[in-house]
């Protein structure tokens, strides 16, 4: 009986890249895979995602990994390098390396290259974590313009810190900023985020940069990727490998934390946090077994967590599916559960997982 397993629904996945280029049309797609595809699984994310331009990855190792497995689509570092010594394998590889600080641009100066790599000169507009200054704009770009070692067209990128929240007025002031900045430029920009996609039309310039969102999760607060038309990609299910009563008044699992007033069942089901599922998650988080809502309860263990079937008038019986997260139950409400969000959840999801993939063309 196979317990944990992360289904990964491939026309989910194509369906949700046509859902964004109806979103943002006329922008180039620069599809995000860091993290292992946000847990869904590099490689093969990469080879059903051919409909867009690129790739984004945060490591090295992640975009070697994507040449390994035989893709050789247009590949972004998205902090670019990190040693002088990783430029020739950014060359070798044909990566494109976001360029955010002075180090950067001295070792690509530097370098002895046959051939030029392409850039993105990323600007912090308010987000305060990779960027050069606004300021700093006008040299950086001009020393990237004249340096052999780089290719012609520069990209323009910045990145949005609360674009999440529709009410924030911190995405208008930072689409400003770069907006100034950059229209004196005949050069490609990008500044969208998935939520900048959804929540920010004037953002999507000539490339979105969308993660979440491909993977049919919705970035903004309170809302779920179907209210976008997203369709979820992973469902995580394991199986009810006991069925017991939990009398009145005692409680479950490590440290009793819970107890039921009433005498109840408990199905106990395969999953804890030694396959990615959140210890925090609350008593009350819910899981689907039998097309029904049922709730987790006492503290969430290794391997395994205990749901309150009541009185168990759904006939749950040991082997049942227990959906835990996926198209009948958004990993985004679980996340809220669990005091995260949905980003950390799917990347946490461990190797212990078996992964099947569905629907491939
Ligand atoms: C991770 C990342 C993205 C994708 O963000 P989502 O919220 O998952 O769409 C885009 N740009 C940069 C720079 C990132 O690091």
Redesign the pocket.
Known sequence: MKLAAAEIDLSALTHNLRCIKSIAPNTKVMA?L?ANAYGHGLVTIAQHLQGADAF?V?RIDEALALRAGGLTNPIVL?EGFFNAGDIPILLANNFQAVIHNEAQLIALEQAQLDAPIAVWLKVDTGMHRLGIEPQELELFYNRLKSSANVKSHIHLMT?FSCADDQQNPKTSQQIDTFSHLVDSKQEQICLA???GIIGWPKSHGDWI?????LYGVS?MVDQVGREHGLQPVMKLTTKVIAIRRLPANEPVGYGGRWQSSKDIMLAVVAMGYGDGYPRHATSGTPVIIKGQRFSIVGSVSMDMITVDIGDNQANVQIGDEVEMWGPNLPVEEVAKHAGTIP?ELLCNVTPRVSYEYLNAK
């Open positions: 995000v860091k984004a945060a998205l990145h985020n998935s939520a940069r969308p993660g979440l969102m970035p980003y």
